[in-house]
């Protein structure tokens, strides 16, 4: 269900390339959700994981204009997370998602969006 690659880089880097590699793409970094620290700061503490949220906005407008409920689906999000001193970048198939939801009429626009989220993800493996 998701793309996951492993990085070798720092997790502040990778936070970077992500954002820069979403900029080339037409993309933009709506907020970045330091899970860790929220959790931390709650007494829970888990290895570092962000969630980045991305945009594009001709794509947001298709699919809101196609049905008000699918902004549920919006932003697309990108997590970055450290297991056992590794660091994955992970994101869903924006395709899977929205045949799994029967959001049958935006197929096209979802193929247009996984292929932009996977050539992000794969910029930043570089």
Known sequence: MNYTIQVKKSFEQAIKDIES???KNSFRVQHIHYV???LRDKGFDI???AIIEVCNPKFAHIVLTKNANYGSI???KILL???KGNLYISSPKPLELVEKLGMNDIKDIALQVDNVIKN???EVEE
Do not use: K, V
Request: hydrophobic share 35%; net charge negative.
């Open 21 to 23: 590699a979403c900029e």
């Open 36 to 38: 860790s620290d929220i």
């Open 47 to 49: 290895e570092r994981y």
């Open 74 to 76: 919006l932003p697309c």
């Open 81 to 83: 997370y450290e297991r």
């Open 120 to 122: 992000i993800i794969l």
